[in-house]
């Protein structure tokens, strides 16, 4: 919610603040919707790996896969959150791997419709 507001506040005053505030919104509904999607996923393959193991400890480790699959994503999110917030407090204006150049589109879109 943060990021949308600031990117909103600021969008005419700043490009360099409006693109990192777009990208990291963008990058928290990416991220949301991946989360939603492999929390179904999670609870199918920890069913399946219930009813299919042979064994106690193999059960366990199907089901905490897909925990430890949350936790490195979470790991990855943190780390991409404080590698552009270094990048933006340097100055530099660095495009987020997959998120940067669908927030330049949404940018420019904007400044069209602002335009018009």
Do not use: N
């Not at 949308?4 to 409006?18: G, H, L, M, P, Q």
């Not at 999607?37 to 299919?52: Q, W």
């Not at 991409?80 to 933006?88: E, S, V």
């Not at 530099?92 to 791997?97: E, T």
């Amino acid at each position: 919610m943060a990021p949308i507001a600031i990117y909103v506040i600021k969008r005419k005053d700043s490009r360099f603040v409006a693109l990192h505030a777009i990208q990291a919104a963008l990058v928290q509904v990416l991220f949301g919707a991946v989360t939603v999607v492999a929390s179904v996923v999670a609870v199918f393959v920890s069913a399946l790996g219930m009813f299919l193991a042979r064994s106690e400890g193999l059960a366990m480790l199907v089901t905490m896969l897909p925990l430890l699959a949350f936790a490195f994503g979470c790991l990855t999110l943190l780390t991409l959150h404080l590698i552009a917030a270094y990048r933006a407090w340097r100055g530099d204006a660095w495009q987020i791997p997959v998120v940067g150049s669908l927030a330049r589109a949404i940018m420019g879109a904007d400044e069209g419709a602002a335009r018009a």
